[in-house]
C-alpha cells in the first residue's frame, strides 16, 4: 500500500513539473568541475588584447588617411612586450605561408617618423595584399617545385612611432625628441652620430640621434625584432622625397612604381646603415612622394615590383641576404649635403 502511494506521488510530481524544482535542492549540492585556470587566463588574455587593439585603431584610424578602425581591428596585428615611451603597444603582426616556413623572409616597417602619415598607409595596405596571396595560395605546393610569392613571410610593424603620429600635431620624432632613424648602433655611432648632427643639421630638433645608440624603447624593440625574424629583406618606409633607397648587399631594384632608384648614402645611427651594412641584411627605403597621401594605383604598382624582384631573389639564391657577404668594408658617411631619411 505504502510502496503503491508513493508511485502515485511520483507520478504527479513528475506531471506538474514539481519534480525538478523538488531536485534542486539535491543539484545545488552537486559539486561543479571549476574552469581550468590555463583556460581562464588564455580567454583573459585574448580579450584584454583585442580590447587594446581597438582601443589603439580607434586613435590611429582617424590620423591616418585610408586606414578605418575597422579594418584596423581585422588586421591580425598582435602586441608583445615592446612599448613607446608613453607606454603605446608596439604591433606587428606576421603573415606566413599556409603551406609551410617560408623560402625569403621580409620585415616590413611604417611609421617610423610620426609625421610621414602615408608610411603607415602603405603598410596597411600591404597587410591585405599579403593576406590575399596566402588565401589564393595552394595548401600543399607540390614536392621540389620552384619557390612563389606565396612563399614568402612577411613581418608587418605598420606604427614604430605612435606617440609621434598621435602627438597633435604629428611629429617626426618619438616622445623624447629623438629621431629613431638616427638611433640605431652603427659602428659609426659614438664617433659620428653628435658631430654629424651639429655640423650637417645645425642641431636639426627633427634629426636629434640621441644621448645615445638605442636610448629608445622603439629602436630596442625594433632590433628584438630584427635578430627574432631574421628577415632576407627589410623595408622602411618614408617620405617625402619620391626616391627609392638601398644599402646592404645587391642587387637593388632599378625602381618600385614610380619610385626611382636613387641611393642617398648612409648615416650615422640610420636603418639603412645599420641593417644593411652592420647586420648584412638588405635594406630597401621607400620614400613616398608625399606624407600624408598615396594613390591607389601606386600602392598596386610597387607591391607589384617588389613581388618580382623578391621572386628573382628566391629562385637565384645567391643574392639572398643569408647568403651574401657585405661588399662595403665599414661604414662611411655619405649623403651629407642631400636631404633623406
Keep these: ?56 585603431c580607434a586613435r590611429v584610424a582617424p590620423v591616418v588617411p585610408g586606414v578605418d578602425a575597422s579594418a584596423c581591428r581585422a588586421s591580425g596585428l598582435s602586441a608583445g612586450s615592446g612599448r613607446s615611451v608613453h607606454g603605446v603597444p608596439l604591433w606587428a603582426n606576421d603573415v ?108 636639426d630638433p627633427r634629426r636629434f640621434p640621441g644621448p645615445q645608440a638605442l636610448s629608445e624603447p622603439e629602436s630596442r624593440w625594433l632590433l628584438q625584432q630584427i635578430d627574432q625574424f631574421h628577415p632576407d629583406l627589410i623595408v622602411s618606409v618614408h617620405a617625402p622625397y619620391g626616391l627609392l633607397d638601398f644599402d646592404g648587399p645587391p642587387p637593388a631594384p632599378r625602381r618600385l612604381g614610380s619610385l626611382q632608384l636613387d641611393p642617398v648614402g648612409i648615416y650615422p645611427g640610420s ?31 610597387m607591391w607589384n615590383d617588389l613581388q618580382r624582384w623578391i621572386n628573382e631573389q628566391m629562385t637565384n639564391p645567391g643574392v639572398q641576404a643569408s647568403a651574401q657577404h657585405s661588399p662595403v668594408p665599414g661604414t662611411r658617411v655619405i649623403g651629407a649635403t642631400r636631404n633623406a631619411d
Design 271 to 301: 636603418l639603412g646603415n645599420y641593417g644593411g651594412l652592420v647586420k648584412n641584411v638588405p635594406v630597401m627605403t621607400l620614400e613616398l612622394k608625399n606624407a600624408r597621401a598615396v594613390p591607389p594605383a601606386e600602392l598596386a604598382a
Design 96 to 203: 606566413l605561408p599556409a603551406g609551410g616556413a617560408p623560402r625569403f623572409k621580409v620585415l616590413l616597417l611604417g611609421g617610423i617618423h610620426g609625421d610621414e602619415l602615408a608610411s603607415v598607409t602603405l603598410a596597411f595596405d600591404w597587410i591585405a595584399r599579403s593576406q590575399g596571396v596566402q588565401a589564393s595560395a595552394r595548401p600543399r605546393p607540390a614536392k621540389g617545385a620552384k619557390p612563389t610569392i606565396a612563399d614568402v613571410g612577411w613581418r608587418f610593424v605598420p606604427l614604430l612611432n605612435p606617440d609621434g603620429l598621435l602627438h597633435s600635431p604629428s611629429t617626426r620624432v618619438n616622445a623624447h625628441g629623438v629621431d629613431l632613424n638616427r638611433n640605431f648602433p652603427t659602428a659609426d655611432w659614438a664617433r659620428d652620430a653628435k658631430p654629424y648632427w651639429v655640423r650637417h643639421t645645425r642641431k
Design 1 to 56: 500500500m505504502a510502496a503503491s502511494s508513493a508511485r502515485r506521488i511520483l507520478r504527479r510530481l513528475t506531471a506538474s513539473g514539481l519534480l525538478g524544482l523538488a531536485l534542486l535542492p539535491a543539484l545545488a549540492n552537486v559539486p561543479r568541475k571549476p574552469a581550468r585556470p590555463a583556460q581562464a587566463a588564455s580567454a583573459a588574455v585574448a580579450t584584454s588584447a583585442a580590447s587594446d587593439l581597438a582601443q589603439w
